[in-house]
């Protein structure tokens, strides 16, 4: 097989939750302890950082690993799901898996573990972590993938846990309750390992330290003591930031709901340094020169990482952005984000998949916008016609095209120099476009 029919294989010989929603979803760990012990255990031979929660885990995970980069460590970073490449799910100092790494993966393996029926996931999952023993690197950055107790990834004794928000996705898997939902969350949190909570809540807070009480983890709440004093959008799509301890900074991800996942950040630097595994940065260079770093590692994350699809600017004129915030958590944020914007239109491309909130995200969207109701390329999106529908009932009006590369021309051709594009609702909607549109 060659990379193309190699991915095919992955997608679509395997249970796959992206695409196929609860029939691809396999709980449970047992088909990852036979794979990593076929394995021989390969992520017992690297440090990692485990990253959990329901918003905020990519933007986290990838800012932690361009802080470890900048800071001299071999960074490994596997984080789901992909946007364009299968190979953004696996990369080692921003640089993604190789093609022929995944493909004689495959064709190696699938004797073993085509046995064992094993969802996408957790053979992604085998894969990521044998790539990076094999490549010897320092830590890895590991997110979550679904939850956090069952989920295939929480066989790892990281150095910290960092578990970043909890609001409502997923619920008929996770839970109908906030607390229902953390308790699933808090099961990566294990004996003696300390855990990062980047934003507590009410109903949240208690279970997290129950959980922790549990085991005898020592817990932080990153919100309790927040590192930025001050945080603003700036014009160019990035964030100004003023800090307790490292003075004035700039964030090259955007969105105001960068500034929880920041704070969540330096929460868990302040961990690791007390674990002694920033000493590459802290021992051998001065703190200055580690605030130096630190500034240039948060200004250049996405091209660090690779990172995408985090209120990313992709045009001035009109000014465009595309966002993968896809549920009632993340659009909290992003509703806020785009009342800030001014401007004399805002044209919005917008779908959804199916097992979402779509109708408290509707409610959120700004009612003076003009809507172009579209689906991602998936089984599972909600069809352009059944939002435009749904919109309506919400005051938005707008028309409906086949496709996101359709709804974005019909954007670009109405909208003025001056007007606004928004991409979103959908981080396989972001996919479509970064794909198919730029």
Not at 221 to 239: R, V
Not at 288 to 311: D, I, P
């Amino acid at each position: 097989m060659n990379y193309q029919e190699t991915c095919e294989y992955l997608y679509h010989q395997m249970p796959m939750f992206e695409r196929q929603g609860a029939s691809g979803y396999k709980e449970g760990l047992s088909n990852t302890l036979t794979l990593d012990e076929h394995f021989a255990h390969p992520h017992t031979r690297y440090a990692t950082i485990h990253v959990g929660g329901t918003n905020g885990k990519g933007s986290v995970s990838h800012t932690l690993a361009a802080i470890l980069q900048k800071c001299g460590y071999s960074v490994g970073l596997y984080t789901s799901p992909h946007l364009v490449d299968f190979r953004e799910r696996i990369r080692i100092n921003g640089e993604m898996i190789p093609e022929d790494y995944v493909i004689d993966f495959v064709e190696n393996e699938r004797a073993f573990f085509e046995p064992l029926s094993p969802s996408f996931f957790e053979v992604t999952t085998a894969m990521a972590f044998k790539y990076f023993a094999d490549k010897k690197i320092d830590i890895a950055l590991v997110e979550v993938g679904l939850g956090g107790r069952l989920d295939c990834t929480n066989i790892i004794t990281p150095l910290v846990s960092v578990v970043t928000n909890i609001s409502f996705d997923h619920t008929q898997f996770l839970g109908d309750t906030l607390a229902k939902i953390a308790t699933e969350k808090a099961g990566i949190i294990k004996k003696g390992v300390p855990v990062v909570i980047g934003e507590s809540h009410e109903e949240t807070r208690p279970v997290f330290e129950e959980k922790a009480r549990e085991v005898g983890s020592k817990i932080i709440f990153a919100d309790d003591e927040p590192e930025i004093q001050k945080a603003e959008p700036l014009a160019d799509g990035k964030m100004y930031y003023k800090t307790s301890h490292w003075g004035e900074l700039t964030g090259d991800l955007g969105g105001i709901y960068q500034e929880k996942n920041l704070n969540t950040v330096f929460a868990t630097l302040r961990v690791l340094s007390e674990r002694g595994f920033l000493s590459k940065c802290t021992t051998e260079n001065s703190l200055q020169q580690f605030k130096a770093e630190l500034a240039s590692a948060l200004s250049e994350v996405c091209k660090t990482t690779g990172l995408t699809g985090r209120w990313q600017v992709v045009n001035k004129a009109p000014y465009t952005v595309c966002d993968t915030g896809h549920n009632v958590g993340g659009w909290t944020y992003l509703s806020r984000q785009l009342a800030h914007v001014t401007c004399p239109k805002k044209h919005i491309i917008f779908g959804m998949v199916d097992d979402k909130d779509i109708d408290h995200v509707l409610e959120m969207l700004p009612k003076d916008a003009c809507f172009y109701f579209t689906q991602a390329n998936t089984k599972r999106a909600i069809q352009g016609a059944v939002v435009k529908a749904l919109a309506e009932q919400h005051g938005l009006i707008g028309e409906c095209y086949t496709t996101v590369k359709e709804a974005y021309k019909a954007a670009q051709d109405t909208a003025t120099p001056n007007d606004f594009i928004f991409i979103g609702g959908s981080s396989y909607l972001v996919g479509d476009f970064l794909k198919n549109c730029l």
